[in-house]
């Protein structure tokens, strides 16, 4: 079996968020560490690779210290990374990015292809159900449980109080929570293994079937209007009642006058 594992080097918000000009994030200039949701999807294959023996390819689209990332999921059991960068490929929206991703993917080999269910930095859930429809193979998304049955994949996809049990064919895509599992750590002698691996570098030429008007920020309809990293908000209304009585009857207007009640 052969596992494609699609991760994200996102920024980590608790180190301050930075924009460039343009209102696109400014990643060479923050801490970035793996997305949630697609370290919940490496873990989910290599546990694959534990019981069946897959072989796990991780792959990302970013700037070269994205590599930092593949190597993380190196030390954590992965067998080959891919990074794909390219100047071409910078300020893509989730259309640009999947198109991207999925012209990468067409130059190898897969059974199952598992990415996060959204990436912290932009929650749209959108680029693994896309690179699913850019290859033609069906995708389960929201999975917090995956089996192999043969050649097929069974997953128990969350739904609002419950979950759903799908079954597809292989070759497909999933969509992996966050809750599907707790990430392992990555070993001593899997970090020095992963600081001594060769991580493939692609480009803009090494993408199939894709067309450049596709690509980066000219080939994405997706346009940022404004970017704030927090939300300012005003001082409010600041009220000293004379008794607790006085305070009762104000939060009960207030509630009154919006409605609530």
């Excluded at 067998?79 to 259309?95: C, H, N, P, S, Y």
């Excluded at 930095?121 to 193979?137: F, K, N, R, W």
């Amino acid at each position: 079996m052969k596992i494609i594992v699609c991760i994200k080097q996102v920024p980590d918000t608790k180190g301050g968020v930075k924009f460039n000009p343009d209102g696109t994030l400014d990643r060479a200039g923050m801490l970035a560490i793996m997305n949630p949701d697609d370290k919940a999807g490496l873990e989910a294959a290599l546990r694959l690779k534990d019981e069946y023996g897959a072989e796990v390819t991780v792959l990302t689209m970013g700037l070269p210290k994205a590599a930092d990332a593949l190597r993380e999921a190196l030390a954590m059991g992965a067998d080959k990374a891919i990074l794909v960068t390219d100047r071409v490929l910078g300020g893509a929206d989730t259309r640009a990015t999947s198109t991207t991703i999925a012209g990468a993917i067409r130059n190898l080999e897969y059974d199952l292809i598992i990415t996060g269910r959204q990436a912290i930095d932009g929650d749209t859930a959108q680029v693994g159900p896309q690179i699913a429809e850019h290859l033609g193979i069906p995708v389960i998304s929201y999975a917090q449980d995956i089996k192999i049955e043969g050649d097929k994949v069974v997953v128990q996809r969350q739904y609002d109080d419950r979950y759903h049990v799908l079954e597809a064919q292989m070759p497909c895509l999933i969509t992996a929570l966050s809750e599907l599992n707790e990430p392992r750590y990555m070993t001593p002698g899997g970090i020095f293994d992963a600081c001594q691996a060769e991580i493939i570098t692609w480009g803009r030429k090494d993408l199939v079937d894709v067309d450049d008007s596709n690509l980066g920020l000219a080939g994405s309809p997706t346009k940022i209007a404004k970017a704030s990293d927090k939300v300012r908000k005003g001082a409010g209304e600041k009220v000293v009642p004379e008794s607790p009585e006085d305070a009762v009857s104000y939060i009960v207007g207030k509630l009154d006058e919006k409605h609530v009640i």
